[in-house]
C-alpha cells in the first residue's frame, strides 16, 4: 500500500483532485451546445447527436455508486489515476473520432473512466481536512463541481464557433496529464483503505448497471419519444424498475455489496442525499431552461445564452469560501436556510420575466442564485458527511454523487416535459381568443396584412403572411407563460425542502481544551501553576524541565 513520507499540504491535495474532477463535470454540459456542429459535421440528425450527451451520461451514472467499492477493490490511488489517465486517454479519442458510431462508443468509455472522480475527490478531501475544517474542504469541492456545469455551455459554444468541436474534448489532454503528475506526487491512501480480496458481486454489478442505464436513457429519451406512448420508453422503464428492485434486494442480502445501501441507515445522511437529490432537480433543471427561454423567445445565439448564465458562476465563486468557513463557525442548518429562501426568491424573480425582458434583468437573479447555491451545496454535503466513518467514506460519497446527477436528471425530464404540456394548454387558450368576433383580434389581423402588402407583397399572400405570424405571437406568449409558470414551480420546491432541515443531524464541535490544565483520568485536572513552580526546585539536580514535568504527570 502506498503510504504518504510526509505530510502533504492539503491545498495542494485538493488542487490536484479537483483539477480532473472539474474536467470530468465540465464534460456532462460543455457537449450540449454544440450537437448541431456534430450531427452536422458527422452525417448525422440532431436526434441521432443526442447520443452523444446521453451515451456519457449513462456510463457516468452506472460507474458513479460503484466507485466506493473499487476503490477498496484495487486502492484508491491507484483508481484515481487510472481514472483521470482513462478519461484523458478517451477524450483524444473522441476528438479523433471519424464518425457518430466511434464518438457514441469513445464517449461511452469516457463516462466509464470518469465517472468515479467525483466521489474520489469528494472522499479524499473530506479525509485530507480535520473534521472541524471540513467546511473548507466541501467548499473547494463546491467551487467545481457548481461552476463546471455553469461555464460548460460557455465554453463550449466559443470553442465551436471559433475552432471545431473536436477541440472540446483535445482541451481535456493538458489538463489529464498536469492532474495524473500532481496525483501521482502527493496523493497516498490512507491506511484503511486496504485492497480487498473478497469474492467480487457480479449479480450486483449487473442489477445496478441495467437499473441505472435503463433509467438514464429513460429520463434523457422519454420526452423526445412522448413518454409511454412509445414501446420503446415502455421496455426501457420496465428494465429499470426490475434493474433497481433485484439491486437493491441483491445488495440488502450478500455479504459484500457493490453498493453498501445500509450507510442509508445513518438519518442525517439519508435526509441529505434526499435534499442534494431535490438540489439536482432545481439546479440542472434551470440551467437548461433558462438558456433555451433565451433562445426561443428572446433570440439569442448559443453562445451568448451560454453566457448570461455566468453570473450565477460569479455568485458561486465568491460565496462558496464564505459559505465554508461559515459551515465550521455555525450550525450549517442555518446556511441551508438561508440558501433555501434565496433559492426561492431568485426563481420567483424569474417567473416575472416577460418577452421584452432585458440582460440585466437576468444578471442580478443569476448572481444572487450563485449564492444561493453556495449556501445550499457546502454545509448540506457537510452535515452528510459528518457522521460517516472513514472507512465508509467512499461508498456514502458515491451515493450522494449518484442521488445528485439522478436528481438533475429527472429536473430536466420532468420540468422540459412540463413546459411543453403547458405551452400546448396555453396555446390551446389563446387561440380560443383569436376569433371573427374578437374585434382587437381583427383589427391585429388587419393591420399585419395591411405591413405586409407595403412592402409589395400580394393581398393574398399578404393575408397569409398576416395569420402566421399572428399564430407565431400566440406560439410565443404561450411558451413565456409556460416558462413563467416552471420557474415558479423551481420555487416553491426550494420552499418545499425548507421542513427536512431538523431531519440532519448536528453536532456542535468540541471546545478546545484550556491551557491553564491538563485533565487526567486517574486525578482530575491538574494546575499547571503549581507544576511550573515546581520544576525549578530540582533543576539544579540535572534534570530537564520537560523531563520534571513528565514525572509530575505520570
Known amino acids: 500500500m502506498d503510504v504518504a513520507p510526509q505530510r502533504v499540504n492539503p491545498w495542494v491535495v485538493t488542487f490536484s483532485v479537483m483539477l480532473a474532477t472539474f474536467m470530468e463535470v465540465l464534460d456532462t454540459t460543455v457537449v ?8 452536422g459535421n458527422l452525417a448525422s440528425t440532431n436526434e441521432e447527436g443526442t447520443w452523444v450527451v446521453t451515451s456519457y451520461l449513462v456510463s457516468n451514472a452506472i460507474i458513479l455508486p460503484i466507485s466506493g467499492w473499487l476503490a477498496n477493490h484495487m486502492g484508491r490511488k491507484r483508481l484515481l489515476l487510472l481514472c483521470v489517465t482513462g478519461f484523458t486517454l478517451t477524450s483524444l479519442c473522441c476528438g479523433l473520432a471519424a464518425s457518430l458510431p466511434q464518438l457514441i462508443l469513445f464517449r461511452v468509455l469516457q463516462g466509464l473512466s470518469g465517472g468515479g472522480l467525483q466521489p474520489l475527490a469528494q472522499a479524499i478531501l473530506l479525509e485530507t481536512f480535520p473534521k472541524e475544517r471540513h467546511g473548507h474542504a466541501m467548499a473547494a469541492f463546491g467551487i467545481g463541481i457548481l461552476l463546471a456545469p455553469i461555464l460548460g455551455p460557455t465554453l463550449g459554444g466559443w470553442i465551436t464557433d471559433n475552432y471545431s468541436w473536436r477541440w472540446i474534448f483535445y482541451l481535456n489532454l493538458p489538463v489529464g496529464v498536469l492532474s495524473v503528475f500532481l496525483m501521482n506526487r502527493f496523493v497516498f491512501d490512507p491506511a484503511y483503505v486496504k485492497r480487498s480480496g473478497a469474492k467480487v458481486d457480479l449479480w450486483g454489478i449487473g442489477f445496478l448497471a441495467l437499473g441505472i442505464g435503463s ?41 459484500h455489496p457493490v453498493v453498501d445501501l445500509r450507510v442509508l441507515k445513518n438519518r442525517s445522511f439519508s435526509a441529505g442525499v434526499f435534499l442534494i437529490s431535490m438540489l439536482g432537480f432545481v439546479l440542472y433543471a434551470s440551467l437548461v431552461l433558462l438558456p433555451l427561454y433565451l433562445q426561443t423567445l428572446m433570440g439569442y445565439p448559443a453562445y451568448n445564452s451560454g453566457l448570461a448564465l455566468s453570473p450565477r458562476g460569479i455568485g458561486a465563486l465568491l460565496f462558496t469560501p464564505l ?18 429562501v434565496l433559492g426561492s426568491i431568485t426563481m420567483f424573480q424569474l417567473s416575472g420575466l416577460n418577452l421584452y425582458a432585458g440582460f440585466w434583468d437576468i444578471f442580478w437573479a443569476q448572481v444572487l442564485q450563485g449564492v444561493a447555491l453556495s449556501f445550499l451545496f457546502i454545509p448540506l ?37 412540463f413546459l411543453s404540456r403547458r405551452s400546448q394548454f396555453h396555446q390551446n387558450h389563446l387561440i380560443a381568443d383569436v ?3 374578437n374585434l382587437q383580434a381583427i383589427r391585429m389581423l388587419q393591420g399585419l396584412q395591411a405591413h405586409f402588402h407595403a412592402q409589395g407583397i400580394s393581398s393574398v399572400d399578404a393575408a397569409r403572411k398576416a395569420l402566421a405570424a399572428m399564430y407565431a405571437m400566440v406560439q410565443q406568449h404561450a411558451a413565456m407563460l409556460a416558462f413563467v409558470e416552471a420557474f415558479w414551480i423551481m420555487g416553491v420546491v426550494f420552499l418545499l425542502m425548507l421542513p427536512f432541515l431538523p431531519v440532519l443531524q448536528y453536532v456542535k464541535p468540541k471546545p478546545a481544551p484550556q491551557p491553564e490544565a491538563i485533565v487526567r483520568r486517574d486525578l482530575g485536572p491538574v494546575d499547571m501553576t503549581a507544576l511550573v513552580s515546581r520544576v525549578p526546585e530540582s533543576a539544579s539536580s540535572g534534570s530537564t524541565a520537560e523531563e520534571e514535568t513528565h514525572l509530575l504527570l505520570h
Not at 429519451?221 to 428494465?239: E, P
Not at 429499470?240 to 434486494?249: K, P, R, S, Y
Not at 461559515?326 to 436556510?337: F, V, Y
Open 32 to 39: 450540449n451546445v454544440s450537437i448541431p456542429h456534430i450531427a
Open 323 to 340: 459559505a465554508g468557513h461559515l459551515t465550521t463557525k455555525t450550525d450549517p442548518r442555518r446556511l441551508l436556510a438561508v440558501g433555501f
Open 215 to 255: 433509467l438514464q436513457v429513460f429520463l434523457d429519451t422519454g420526452q423526445r419519444k412522448d413518454w409511454f406512448s412509445s414501446n420503446y420508453i415502455r421496455t426501457f422503464a420496465i428494465l429499470c424498475v426490475v434493474g433497481l428492485v433485484a439491486m437493491i434486494v441483491r445488495e440488502l442480502m450478500t455479504d
Open 381 to 417: 454535503m457537510a452535515l452528510a458527511m459528518a457522521r460517516i466513518s472513514p472507512e465508509r467514506m467512499g461508498n456514502a460519497t458515491s451515493i450522494f454523487n449518484l442521488m445528485r446527477n439522478i436528481g438533475g436528471s429527472v429536473g430536466i425530464a420532468v420540468m422540459t416535459t
Open 435 to 437: 376569433t371573427p368576433g
